[in-house]
């Protein structure tokens, strides 16, 4: 069992910062491979950034490379995703999830937190 709540969401401007936060309890996080996602009104979600238990897979998805980063801190239990040079296309609500395996599909989902980007 593993619970997530994300936290740092709200409006910016475009070209501002946000750095979204994931506090997860329940299971050890440091063994967890941990993803964000995000949907947009009228969209399929779509994956954003991933981390892995180790640190050393981290994958984004090409609309944010070099713009987003992701991290982790395994002493407070909690993922990033840092948020830069934000755009109005990156509006959405933004989810982080957790799975166990490196192949497997993630088992588990936070309740989501809205970013808004305006122009």
């Known amino acids: 069992q593993v619970q997530l709540v994300e936290s740092g969401g709200g409006l910016v401007q475009a070209g501002g910062s946000l750095r979204l936060s994931c506090a997860a309890s329940?299971?050890?996080?440091?063994?967890?491979?941990m993803g964000w996602f995000r949907q947009a009104p009228g969209k399929e979600r779509e994956f954003v950034a991933a981390?892995?238990?180790?640190?050393?897979?981290?994958s984004y998805a090409d609309s944010v490379k070099g713009r987003f980063t992701i991290s982790r801190d395994d002493t407070k239990n909690t993922a990033y995703l840092q948020m830069n040079s934000l755009k109005p296309e990156d509006t959405a609500v933004y989810y982080c999830?957790?799975?166990?395996?490196?192949?497997?599909?993630?088992?588990?989902w936070g309740q989501g937190t809205q970013v808004t980007v305006s122009s």
């Open positions: 999830a957790a799975k166990f395996s490196s192949l497997g599909r993630y088992e588990y």
């Open positions: 981390i892995s238990w180790s640190r050393r897979e981290i």
């Open positions: 329940g299971r050890p996080f440091s063994s967890a491979h």
